[in-house]
């Protein structure tokens, strides 16, 4: 080998070298002179939807090549992605974002104590106090466990009017409170208990109206846009549907199944098979709902899978509803507020997969106060009054319960009466 042959290699040895050094064992994350990505340094709330990789960049003049893709904000903290961009030229680079997910958003409380209590002198204790606060529920977008506390205290021994405060509390140190009167007075000589000022606690259902008959009820609500119905369960007992249909019931949302806790399974509802049989001959038009307790987003999967295994193909002419109403232990049931839409949606795109339609069940109350975000649900609300629904954010509801102690021939029982609005 000659010596020009052995330069010509020496000099493509030191070639390959300085491109392997130019092209791959360089500092990728060194930006280069004159590139510029400039990142937003604002905090991203918890769950927030629609928030995008891009939407951390406040301006760049690179070539960005990871794609844009929403951002998981499930967890709060700080969290770094890597992007891969170029810059005048066909070298990749890589960037840190950092960014920082806070939870904002305060507790709510599900049912409040009442605004005041009374108690006869030197006859109650702190133990009365606990048993209101055993009786109040609430309940957190992020924390699982959100805390109670009482503020202020009260002498049981003295006459007087007292203030306690309830705050609940989550780990971001966000609070809601509530301030109740404790009023302290002399029992009267010739005591009748029932003059004790007992305040019912805070009812967030409105009242209950007059039993009414179901020809009442068509002449009230049914119109060329509407249908009138029913719901029932095993609480209606035998049921004659083909009477039920004569006065004038268009269509019946039967309870398939039900879970009695958390921790069981769902079961069908000892009257489903009769209903729904004698529902059809008779012609009505049919939904079904489950009443669940789930607390997690697998067991609505369950209970999905359940009403499809049981409906084995059969059509609807209505949704199949998931109905929750677990509110009075909410805190014990382990879980969150966000978690209540996660559950829906699982059970939701279960039942789509399978060709079924879903709609939620729940009153006006907690559609407004404590379901946090009803996207495009199908609405099925519970209100029972003469006083139409009014949902916030412009939901609109399908079907509307609007009496739970109906009469109507063919079932000896009350039953809740039904509008859809077609």
């Given at each position: ?12 040895f030191i070639?390959?070298?300085?491109l392997?050094?130019h092209f791959?064992f ?11 990505i400039?990142i937003?340094?604002e905090?991203?709330?918890v769950?927030?939807?629609?928030i995008?990789l891009y939407?951390?960049i ?5 070539e960005i ?5 929403p951002l998981?904000l499930?967890n709060?903290?700080n969290?770094?992605v890597t ?11 890589l960037?840190d974002?950092?960014?920082k997910v ?10 409040a104590?009442s605004?005041s209590?009374?108690f006869?002198v030197?006859?109650a204790?702190?133990k009365?106090i606990?048993?209101i606060?055993e009786k109040?529920?609430?309940?957190d977008n992020y924390d699982?466990n ?5 503020i202020?205290?009260v002498d049981f021994s003295?006459?007087g009017t007292?203030?306690l405060?309830?705050e609940?509390?989550d780990?971001?140190n966000?609070k ?6 404790i ?7 010739e005591?009748?208990?029932?003059n004790?000022?007992k305040?019912k606690?805070?009812n967030?259902e ?9 020809e009442e009820?068509i002449?009230?609500y ?8 029913i719901d029932?369960s095993k609480w209606?007992g035998e049921?004659d549907f083909?009477?039920v249909?004569?006065?004038g ?7 398939l199944?039900?879970?009695k806790?958390?921790?069981s399974?769902?079961v069908?509802d000892?009257?489903?098979?009769i209903?729904?049989?004698n ?9 079904i ?6 607390n997690n ?14 409906l084995n193909?059969?059509?609807?002419d209505?949704?199949?509803?998931f ?9 014990s ?7 209540l839409?996660e ?7 279960k039942?789509?997969e399978?060709g079924y339609?879903?709609?939620?069940y729940?009153s006006?109350y907690y559609?407004?106060n404590?379901?946090l975000?009803?996207?495009d649900?199908?609405i099925?609300?519970?209100k029972?009054?003469?006083?139409s629904?009014?949902l916030?954010?412009s939901k ?5 319960q609007?009496s739970?102690?109906g009469k109507?021939n063919?079932i000896?029982?009350?039953?809740d009466f ?5």
């Amino acid at each position: 080998m000659n010596n020009k042959i052995r330069l010509i290699i020496i000099i493509l040895f030191i070639g390959t070298i300085f491109l392997l050094m130019h092209f791959v064992f360089y500092n990728k994350y060194k930006m280069p002179k004159g590139a510029e990505i400039i990142i937003s340094d604002e905090n991203l709330e918890v769950y927030s939807e629609n928030i995008y990789l891009y939407d951390l960049i406040k301006s760049y003049n690179v070539e960005i090549l990871t794609e844009n893709y929403p951002l998981q904000l499930d967890n709060i903290g700080n969290t770094t992605v890597t992007i891969s961009y170029k810059y005048k030229g066909i070298r990749k680079y890589l960037f840190d974002i950092n960014y920082k997910v806070v939870d904002n958003t305060s507790p709510i409380f599900i049912k409040a104590p009442s605004s005041s209590k009374t108690f006869y002198v030197s006859e109650a204790s702190d133990k009365d106090i606990d048993k209101i606060i055993e009786k109040t529920t609430f309940g957190d977008n992020y924390d699982i466990n959100p805390t109670i506390k009482k503020i202020g205290t009260v002498d049981f021994s003295k006459i007087g009017t007292y203030k306690l405060t309830f705050e609940i509390s989550d780990s971001s140190n966000n609070k809601n409170s509530k301030d109740i009167e404790i009023i302290i007075k002399e029992r009267p000589k010739e005591a009748d208990n029932s003059n004790l000022d007992k305040t019912k606690e805070d009812n967030i259902e409105e009242e209950d109206e007059n039993t009414i008959i179901f020809e009442e009820h068509i002449k009230s609500y049914k119109n060329n846009n509407t249908m009138v119905g029913i719901d029932v369960s095993k609480w209606q007992g035998e049921i004659d549907f083909q009477k039920v249909k004569d006065a004038g019931c268009e269509f019946v949302i039967i309870r398939l199944g039900v879970m009695k806790d958390k921790n069981s399974e769902l079961v069908k509802d000892s009257t489903f098979d009769i209903n729904y049989k004698n529902a059809k001959l008779a012609g009505l038009k049919i939904g079904i709902y489950v009443y669940s307790e789930a607390n997690n987003v697998q067991t609505a999967i369950s209970n999905a899978e359940f009403v499809i295994n049981e409906l084995n193909g059969d059509i609807l002419d209505f949704p199949v509803v998931f109905d929750w109403e677990s509110w009075t232990y909410f805190n014990s049931m382990e879980m969150n507020l966000h978690m209540l839409n996660e559950m829906y949606d699982a059970f939701s795109n279960k039942l789509n997969e399978a060709g079924y339609n879903t709609m939620l069940y729940a009153s006006e109350y907690y559609l407004n106060n404590v379901w946090l975000n009803l996207k495009d649900y199908k609405i099925w609300v519970a209100k029972y009054s003469n006083k139409s629904p009014e949902l916030i954010n412009s939901k609109n509801f399908e079907l509307w319960q609007n009496s739970c102690n109906g009469k109507i021939n063919g079932i000896k029982s009350d039953v809740d009466f039904d509008i859809f609005y077609k």
